[in-house]
């Protein structure tokens, strides 16, 4: 027996409830494997971009349900088997309280559940046959002989082929292997690296001159493919401990740290291998520096949910050579931190209902390369219509001292801007499309001319662990350098999920 999932409804009867939770629920487990999941965010294989999203969400944190299989996924592109109708049917009901409910659910609701519990009792005792014969049996023996039943283990490569002007056809790869270590109260996160270093038109146009704007520019990411130039020796790319020390307050700590992970989030633009290609249009290059963020280092994030307001203070420091004694140190150049203010008006019930509204204030001060670094920035988006949402992000900054990378002296004002729209389910469910515009660094006394920057891209997502993205990009006076004729590129960026 197989369900196909759909979200249609706002305000669900009991039924309704138990129907949306039975058809999408997916493979029962017992519950003394794992803790229940109470966050979308903690399931493996379900992303902002994914067309189902707000409905998973829901399920999770609004009704209460936990619909993760025993390896924390949700697996919602396989059939449903009875066992499970009967299973999460159970889980449903058991979730009622039917004494003192007639004002709250119609009799015509619990005599069609109690048709239902009719109907799937022999399954249902036949599941619990199974959970307590063999299943719990079977994890007991694993739990005994298991190498480690505490860490799980997620794998991404991305391989890219891209063509593009003045540049020859390329293959760009990328490898990541994330290994998630429970602990009492926390979590280590740890993340290897490898690609093939391979470039792209982009990076080549960049690197042909200072970079100063490329994927991997001294001054700030505005360049083409994220994955680009990516070592090909296998090295450490995240490592830190996440753990909650009050109810809304968690704090990240450890050598290696990204200030993308924690910052300058957005769910139409934020994840290079869903959505847009380019780390421009992932972050904000004034708030998110690029000499830090790339390399990572050693320091700290923190998310913090204000209580009884819509408000979350997110905050991130990271220093590239923290590591360093010698030269740099955790506190010294090549270091930025972040502080950040996010308004979500999901958390107003009754206003944006229909519509939700996300926008972020932030703060960044760094210091690299003996330039001293400050910007303010605006992350907004919105969820305009089911399928349609608009993002922006904004950034003023300043740029001051001698720059050793650069071996001249600075004294910028630079801006920065970026706009796009995303589509969803459209014209195939489950699909993201997007078209995004901006300029990474405006600046009168950086070049003699300004870089624009401007990608298409249609993620085809075949499978749970498939897609398939077309991309078109293209960049005008790359490096803010006039003699930069108009760069287009076409990739086809394909990433694969185990």
Known sequence: MSVECRWYGKQLSIVAIATIAIACIPTPVCSQTRSPINSVDELSDVEPGDWAYEAVRSLVERYDLDIADAEGRFRGNRPLTRYEFAYILAQVVAQLDVSGTEELVA????ETVARLLASYRDATASLRDRLDNRIEPAINTLERQDFSNTTQLDGQFVLAITDGAEANPTIVDRLRLTLTTGFDPGMLVTRLEVGNNGGDAAS?????????????GLLAGGGGLDFTEVSDTLHLDRLYFRFQPFEDLEVAIGPKIAPRDFVDRNSLANNTTIDFSSSFFANNPLIIQNAVDRPGGAGLGLTWDIPNLPLVLNAAYAAADGGDSSDGGLFADRASGTIELEFNSDDLPGIFDDRPLRVRLQYTHADIDDTDIDAIGINAEWQYAERFGLFGRFGLGSYNGFNTALGEELDLSPRTWAVGI?????P???????IALGQPFIARDLGDATQTNFEAFYNLQLSDRLSVTPIFSAIDNADNDGDNDLLWQTTLRTVFSF
């Open 107 to 110: 009799r015509a609701d619990l």
């Open 204 to 216: 080549f146009a960049h690197n042909r001159d200072a970079n100063l704007l490329g994927t991997t």
């Open 422 to 426: 995303s589509v969803r389910n459209w």
């Open 428 to 434: 195939i469910p489950g699909n993201f499309a997007g």
